[in-house]
């Protein structure tokens, strides 16, 4: 699940078998429905299947509208862009920008729902952010404390430090492409706009000029680059959160340029006299003109400055104690139970609802790569004595669908989610009619192989999910079997662990 599971070579634990313990359905791992999966090129109409509400602001080739899923209910951001406006090299653009967001499994980057293409528009589907933009948030406040600044760059540091184990580089970071996710004052931020981010191979540089003047770093405007060019991004952000103003200024971008390439970095600024040694030393190793001498994205993560000053948003231990005894309890052995529960997660559930399961994924997630190891979890759970005695190479086989050796994001909701609550008739029964195309009561093969993103070569998967909720024998599966058999999971999931 995201794009880990497909570059992490890292085995499992030595004392973990690779396969369930029990129940044969989950046997082969070659499918496994992810956030990937989900994500499909939709011919047709947005308006389909949303209410467009109005326009919420301009992006990159097109306008921003508010949309209403008619289903769900819920709001998401829509970007429709004219395809009378753009060339064929611009389409295949963007559709990279989606290829590569499908595979980012994170709570701090953007998550993309759908993609419509009609006669007249591209419309790309994903997560709504309704506090605005960063920069905006820095005009407004004219420069943060450093205490709010850290958990900014946690939040930032931790989504390119995945993107980069990814093999991904954003290679243009800037305050207008990170998005809070509300208005309230705790509000996290969302990496967006991955339209000029590539895949990159290690060793290899990368050549093309992109980036925003203020931002892009010396070796870019020099031709030859690898991913440590978000780094000094990364650090031109933080130097102006802290100080309200760009380290490397000029009245034009060429005046910029030759700046960044020649100019010291100075905290002259009386400002600075009230920041402190460790983040100016942060900032100082981050905007090291010598790439080669510039720490990389995990060394800014794991430094002290934003460790020591980011970490006071986990939810209370009642909370964490509660999500933590639904983790250690999953166990769904019935591949169409586990893919839905993985598609409620993921397309019906606000974001709201997950926001301390969030907080909590991020405190166990202690090296900030977006997913979690045995040893994470081992660590997470020694927090509450009454885990002292839970099976993490048990857990980690149930909650590691896709067989990667970590338990990603979306794997972690799916299984510390309360189902006894989150499972409701009402979600079963708009999950089932998102299952069901036609609109004609029963889920076919050709659907649910079209919901949850299969292919003909795992058809025989597909089958399988059909005849465990087929109890009729007709072929498909209808809302009374649907809900009986997912219903049963809320039984599964709250019977007490046999890993304590």
């Known amino acids: 699940m995201g794009a880990c599971c497909a570059t992490s070579k890292s085995p499992k634990h030595k004392g973990s078998n690779n396969e369930p313990k029990s129940g044969k359905n989950l046997k082969d791992r070659k499918f496994s429905v992810s956030t990937s999966n989900l994500v499909q090129l939709i011919k047709g109409s947005v308006a389909d299947k949303y209410e467009i509400v109005r326009a919420i602001g301009d992006g990159g080739f097109g306008q921003v509208k508010l949309g209403r899923h008619k289903e769900t209910k819920l709001e998401r951001a829509i970007k429709f862009i004219p395809l009378s406006s753009i060339d064929k090299s611009k389409i295949a653009q963007l559709m990279e920008e989606v290829n590569i967001l499908k595979k980012l499994d994170h709570p701090n980057i953007i998550k993309i729902f759908e993609v419509y293409q009609d006669e007249k528009y591209l419309s790309m589907v994903t997560e709504l952010c309704t506090g605005g933009e960063l920069f905006d948030r820095i005009k407004e406040l004219d420069y943060f404390s450093e205490n709010q600044a850290a958990k900014y760059m946690f939040d930032i540091t931790s989504a ?40 990159f191979n290690k ?30 991004s990364l650090g031109v ?24 390439l020649k100019r010291p970095l100075s905290f002259s600024s009386s400002r600075w006299n009230f920041i402190s040694k460790e983040a100016k030393d942060l900032i100082k190793l981050m905007l090291n003109k010598n790439p080669e001498k510039r720490i990389d994205v995990g060394e800014v993560f794991n430094h002290s400055w934003i460790q020591s000053r980011a970490h006071n948003r986990v939810p209370d231990q009642p909370i964490a104690k509660e999500s933590l005894q639904h983790l250690s309890n999953f166990n769904i052995q019935n591949r169409l139970q586990r893919a839905t529960m993985t598609f409620i997660v993921s397309q019906i559930v606000s974001g709201d609802e997950l926001a301390n399961l969030r907080d909590i994924f991020q ?51 799916t299984a510390a989610t309360n189902w006894s609550t989150a499972l409701s008739r009402e979600r079963l029964q708009t999950a089932f009619k998102i299952f069901d195309k036609d609109g004609n009561g029963k889920i076919s093969l050709d659907e649910l192989k079209q919901a949850l993103g299969g292919t003909e070569e795992n058809e025989t998967v597909f089958m399988r999910m059909i005849m465990d909720a087929d109890k009729n024998g007709d072929g498909e599966i209808d809302l009374d079997e649907f809900t009986q058999l997912m219903l049963a999971t809320v039984n599964t999931t709250n019977q007490p662990s046999n890993r304590i």
């Open 160 to 199: 390119i430090k995945y993107c980069h184990e990814a093999g991904i580089v954003h290679r243009d970071l800037k305050p207008e492409n990170l998005l809070l996710e509300n208005k309230t004052p705790t509000a996290r931020l969302k990496l967006i706009d991955f339209g000029t981010s590539q895949e």
């Open 203 to 232: 060793g290899k540089k990368m050549k093309k000029f992109i980036g925003t003047s203020y931002y892009v770093a010396p070796e870019v405007i020099n031709g030859s680059y690898d991913q440590k060019c978000d780094v000094w």
């Open 237 to 260: 952000i933080l130097y102006i959160m802290l100080s309200g103003t760009p380290p490397f200024n000029g009245p034009d971008d060429d005046a910029i340029y030759a700046n960044i």
């Open 363 to 413: 405190e166990i997630d202690e090296n900030g790569d977006g997913k979690l190891s045995r040893e994470e979890l081992v660590k997470g759970f020694s927090k509450f004595p009454m885990f002292s005695g839970v099976d993490v190479d048990e857990l980690m086989n149930q909650c590691d669908a896709d067989g990667n050796g970590y338990v990603d994001y979306t794997e972690f909701l």
